[in-house]
Each structure stands twice: as structure tokens, then as C-alpha cells.
């Protein structure tokens, strides 16, 4: 009696890993395949490397903006937001930090952005350069020498609508408008100290 359970069990055991040598790969379950998430890249620096300092205020007063790059877009993007911020402050003893560059409706079309990106608040194919903590456009670092590096972050936002703002928009109003509309997202940082202080 002993030896037949034992048999069975080896049977029973044979079979199941039979059923799932022969599963489908590819992650199963309801979605089926899983595709890769959406990927920002600079040919500039590396993620979590070091900005060269012709991006950053070290070169001239706000620096030039860095080629963006970005694959693996969900199906049905309509438009995308850039959101570069220094989340190594404490601005004004509060929680929140320094916007360097926030741009809205970069068209659904789009694979990256160019090196010096354009400044004006508003672009032909509707793409619109926010205002950030100074003036519209991007800002590059600038944090003084006697800090350890920050954490310049860019954030983009693959969305399935375009958003109906304005220029002088903020970023609680922008991220706002973007709730229920974001289908990716994907985040490359870059490390800023100045060293000619």
C-alpha cells in the first residue's frame, strides 16, 4: 500500500511539473505578455551619474538643457510632461523643492527632446515650457560647492489626454490635471556639485 502511494505521488508529481514546463512564458495572467516599462535616457550623462557642467549654472546663468530620449511608450499617448526637480532641498523650511524645468504637452509622438531645448513658453507642435522657480524654461543646477551632490531628477509622464493649462500653471495644478491620465512613467537622475566655488 505503501509503495502505490508513493508511486501516485511520483506520478502526481511527474505531471505538474509537465503542466508547467509547458505554461506559457511571458508573465501569464491576465494581461498575457508583459511589455517592458517606459525607459528616459540622456547620450549626455549617465543615470545616476554626473551632469557635465555645460547643463548646469556653472556654465552660464541657467545652462543649456540636455538631450532626453525615451522608448517603450504605452499604446494611445496622447501627450507627455517633463518634470525636472532638485528633491535635495527644503525650500523655505517646507516640504517642498526646487523645480528646475516643467514642459506639458510634448506631443504622443515624440521619442525625445532636443539638446538646448527651446525656452519659449509656448511651441509650435504645442508643447508649452512652464514656469519653474524663476523664469519659464529649464534651469539647470546650481547648488553652491560646500553641498554633497544633489539629485537632479527628471520625471516623464506618458499621459492619454493633453492637459488645458496655462503657462503660468503650477505644479500642484499640473499634477492635478494629470491624475487619472497617466499611463507610464519613467525617471532618469543625474548628480550635480559645483566644484568652481
Do not use: C
Request: proline content about 8%; hydrophobic content about 35%.
Amino acid at each position: 500500500m505503501k509503495q502505490k502511494l508513493l508511486t501516485s505521488g511520483a506520478i502526481l508529481l511527474a505531471f505538474s511539473v509537465g503542466v508547467i514546463a509547458q505554461a506559457p512564458k511571458g508573465g501569464g495572467g491576465r494581461g498575457g505578455a508583459k511589455m517592458p516599462g517606459m525607459a528616459l535616457s540622456s547620450p549626455d550623462f549617465q543615470d545616476g551619474g554626473v551632469i557635465p557642467p555645460e547643463f548646469t549654472q556653472q556654465a552660464t546663468d541657467k545652462g543649456k538643457s540636455p538631450k532626453l530620449e525615451w522608448t517603450n511608450v504605452p499604446p494611445n499617448t496622447q501627450s507627455f510632461v517633463l518634470i525636472m526637480h532638485d528633491p535635495d532641498n527644503a525650500l523655505n523650511k517646507g516640504t517642498g523643492d526646487v523645480l528646475h524645468w516643467m514642459v506639458i504637452n510634448i506631443p504622443g509622438t515624440a521619442r525625445s527632446l532636443q539638446q538646448g531645448f527651446p525656452k519659449d513658453a509656448k511651441l509650435p507642435d504645442g508643447t508649452m515650457n512652464m514656469k519653474g522657480i524663476r523664469d519659464v524654461g529649464y534651469m539647470g543646477p546650481g547648488n553652491a560647492g560646500i553641498n554633497p551632490y544633489h539629485h537632479y531628477t527628471l520625471e516623464l509622464y506618458a499621459l492619454d489626454s493633453t492637459l488645458s493649462l496655462g503657462p503660468d500653471a503650477t505644479r500642484d495644478e499640473v499634477m492635478a490635471a494629470m491624475n487619472g491620465h497617466t499611463t507610464g512613467k519613467a525617471v532618469l537622475v543625474g548628480r550635480f556639485k559645483r566644484t568652481d566655488q
